[in-house]
């Protein structure tokens, strides 16, 4: 009875998966956990930050204007400074209107605009496009939207381009393809398998949406989630979606710098071409009517000052160590026949085990692990519902950015011993 007072979305919303890993490491004090997507502790800014804040809280004048309200798309300094970050990542000369300021706006963390976005575009039965797998918070928001997933298949260089095509075709013989609203890309060192998708392949995607539009009758957008782009430790830099000229217009992009600067701040950004960026900023005015003016301002200083970019060249030393690290404990303990996936960036690798040993929550490995006090994140958990396929249920992500050097290599014995007596 009591269920009925609650709205069709309060219903439908169950308890995302974060929640329940972050209970069981509450309940286990000596548990080591390579399951949580945390940075380094060690590398947090702390006196960079204690710097920017007493810079900013000498005088009144400064002092006050950051303790005061902002505005809701964010303050107009950082939003330039970002616009202008960004380009120069993409390496793209004159003033495009893809990276135009007046078409970004600041947010509490990435996680924030992916909510938005997906509020602004779909409607309980619309249907959205994933990786698969994919971030397994965002999957939760579709289910409490009721929005559909389908997912499309992964290749080591990002997005396997003819299943997609594939899916597209096949929703379109449905007559489903009215109700596809986007494609949601975690396009570097992708949540939760690390992999990076070229600009090639961003680019033949939205050629792709592109060439179905006129079927669906509305525009399909790409989404794409840069939240990892900056923890690059090797490889070559890849380009923003925003970069493929005469298809930004489909483009929405989505950054944080919670993960290249600090969790604790939780500070966003998007990139939204019109309409979506009225009716974006319309309900971020009903969420909060703008994102903390206190720590845009101390962004804004990082940036400015140059500490941002210092930072950023520390966090890509201290993560290519403890990726090696994590390497170095996965070939010394795992067996032969399971396979892991080395990223280039961001703070996980992927590993698929064997199809006949399953890696679920309610699997015989999971419950191993945590008996060694060991937690991971089953692969099951990263694949949206999706009726067109079963959900694979042999692989893990394993998160080597928030655990001690002494942890990942602990860690990757105890559950590589589990390994070794369950095959």
């Known amino acids: 009875m009591k269920s009925q007072l609650l709205s069709q979305l309060g219903r439908r919303t169950a308890e995302p998966p974060i929640s329940w890993l972050m209970s069981v490491a509450l309940a286990r004090p000596n548990l080591i956990s390579l399951a949580a997507g945390f940075t ?28 005061q309200y902002g505005t809701t798309l964010g ?83 990002g997005l396997d381009l003819s299943h997609l095509e594939s ?70 830099d890849v380009k923003s979606a925003l970069a493929a000229r005469r298809l930004s217009d489909r483009v929405i992009l989505a950054g944080t710098y919670s993960k290249p600067f600090a969790t604790g701040a939780r500070v966003g950004f998007g990139f939204l071409p019109e309409p979506v960026f009225t009716t974006v900023t319309r309900i971020k005015g009903n969420h909060d009517f703008g994102t903390s003016n206190l720590l845009q301002q101390l962004l804004a200083r990082a940036l400015a000052s140059g500490s941002y970019d210092a930072h950023r060249q520390q966090l890509r030393r201290r993560y290519a160590q403890k990726a090696r690290v994590m390497r170095q404990a996965l070939e010394k303990h795992f067996p032969a026949d399971v396979e892991w996936w080395e990223p280039e960036g961001g703070l996980y690798f992927w590993a698929r085990l064997p199809r006949s040993l399953p890696s ?14 060991l937690l991971y994140v089953p692969g099951e958990l990263c694949y949206a519902d999706d009726s067109t396929r079963r959900k694979p249920n042999h692989e893990m992500r394993l998160s080597f950015g928030g655990a001690t050097e002494a942890n990942i290599r602990e860690g990757i014995r105890r559950l590589g011993g589990s390994l070794r007596e369950l095959l």
């Open 360 to 373: 679920g929550v309610k699997s015989k490995l999971f419950k191993a692990a945590l008996s060694h006090d």
């Open 75 to 157: 303050d107009p300094t950082l939003r330039r400074l970002t616009a202008e970050h960004l380009q120069r990542l993409d390496g793209v000369r004159g003033k495009p209107k893809a990276y135009s300021p007046e078409r970004m706006i600041i947010t509490s963390g990435s996680q924030q605009l992916l909510y938005m976005v997906t509020e602004a575009l779909c409607d309980a039965g619309d249907v959205v496009l994933v990786e698969d797998p994919t971030y397994f918070v965002y999957a939760s928001i579709l289910q409490s939207h009721g929005v559909q997933a389908r997912g499309v298949r992964l290749e080591r260089d």
């Open 40 to 67: 380094d502790n060690e590398s947090l800014p702390v006196r960079e930050a204690r710097g920017l804040f007493d810079q900013m809280l000498r005088s009144p004048r400064t002092g006050q204007a950051a303790l």
């Open 167 to 236: 899916v597209l075709e096949r929703l379109k013989r449905s007559g489903d393809l009215m109700r596809v609203k986007l494609f949601y890309l975690v396009s570097y060192y992708q949540n939760p398998t690390g992999v990076t998708t070229s600009f090639a392949k961003k680019r033949a995607t939205l050629a792709l949406l592109k060439k179905y539009e006129a079927s669906a009758g509305h525009p399909i957008y790409l989404l794409e989630d840069a939240a990892y782009r900056e923890l690059r430790f090797t490889g070559e």
